[in-house]
């Protein structure tokens, strides 16, 4: 009897440590973007999604300047998994550019969606080309963006100089919109999903026609000096009112990252609750449906992706070596 109840002690002992595991409390924070873009609502959607469906896990989403700022949140080594875009990571992960000397242990979790890169102007302002944007009022982005990055890199390879060939502004998109209707900036550089909801307000604004620049054609500049990140690609002048012909632009993968500490079980559920509770984040945003295994190569992110995830693509046949 003594040894039945030794053991039925025992027993309940071990459970109740499985179910204080399973029920671990996790609270995450998630580094999105400003309000105007696609980042801050997607982000919100994944953090509700992971909220509702993983056992102990609550997270937030949380407005930040954009990719730069997510990935400076992640080195703190603080539970955070952000948005950001291929070419930021790989500044981050190698210690380059807006991170020269603090490298981020970085891991990525999943691809997400194409960003295209807009180059805004409107009627008026005598751009219809990259070479007219010299001596022109320019915003290319917030402090804390990718957009900040991706702009100055189509600025170099246009040949133009960011400081002494334009009065340029820092602006987030929203901002931006702000900005180019009081007539205080005249073009300003986004790099979002499609629709970015501040360009929709601006190409819906009375009296305003807006014009994306087409710039495409440096993609190839771009890729011998900073790697395969860039696509030549196409925003369809039916994504924003006022637009009369297709936008060719550059684009790049905008992915998921964590901190490489993150347990390979909590990166494996974030990453199969968001694959099975996709239909939900598309109802957010339509950019969702591009969060698809085909998209998931290891050639698409330049940062090695975390073995969580790896686990999960492996039970779904992605091999991502």
Do not use: C
């Not at 007539?183 to 305003?208: H, Q, Y």
């Not at 998209?295 to 039970?315: D, L, W």
């Amino acid at each position: 009897m003594k040894n039945l109840m030794k053991s039925l002690v025992l027993a309940a002992a071990a459970l109740l440590a499985f179910n204080g595991f399973a029920q671990e409390k996790i609270n995450l924070s998630i580094g999105t973007g400003g309000t105007g873009g696609v980042y801050y609502p997607l982000g919100g959607g994944i953090a509700n999604v992971l909220s509702k469906y993983v056992p102990g896990m609550q997270a937030t989403a949380e407005v930040t300047g954009g990719s730069v700022d997510n990935l400076k949140l992640i080195g703190t080594g603080k539970p955070y998994i952000g948005l950001a875009m291929a070419d930021a990571s790989q500044d981050a992960y190698k210690g380059e550019d807006k991170f020269k000397g603090q490298k981020v242990p970085l891991r990525t979790l999943m691809v997400l969606y194409p960003n295209r890169m807009h180059i805004v102007t409107v009627e008026g302002t005598g751009i219809n080309t990259m070479k007219d944007l010299k001596g022109k009022r320019v915003s290319t982005g917030s402090p804390g963006s990718a957009t900040e990055v991706m702009a100055f890199r189509i600025i170099e390879a246009a040949g133009l100089d960011k400081d002494r060939d334009m009065r340029r502004e820092r602006l987030g998109v929203a901002e931006s919109v702000n900005a180019i209707k009081d007539k205080k900036i005249d073009a300003f550089f986004w790099v979002g999903g499609l629709p970015t909801a501040a360009v929709t307000d601006l190409a819906a604004t009375p009296g305003v026609r807006i014009k994306l620049v087409d710039h495409a054609d440096l993609v190839p500049a771009m890729n011998k000096k900073y790697g395969n990140l860039y696509i030549e690609d196409v925003i369809p002048k039916s994504t924003y009112s006022g637009m009369t012909a297709d936008n060719h632009q550059a684009t790049v993968w905008n992915i998921l990252v964590t901190n490489e500490k993150m347990s390979d079980q909590v990166a494996y559920n974030i990453v199969k609750t968001i694959f099975e509770k996709r239909d939900e984040l598309i109802q957010v945003h339509k950019e969702a449906a591009n969060f698809k295994l085909e998209n998931q190569k290891a050639a698409a992110s330049p940062v090695p992706y975390h073995p969580g995830a790896v686990k999960y693509f492996a039970e779904k046949g992605v091999k991502l070596n």
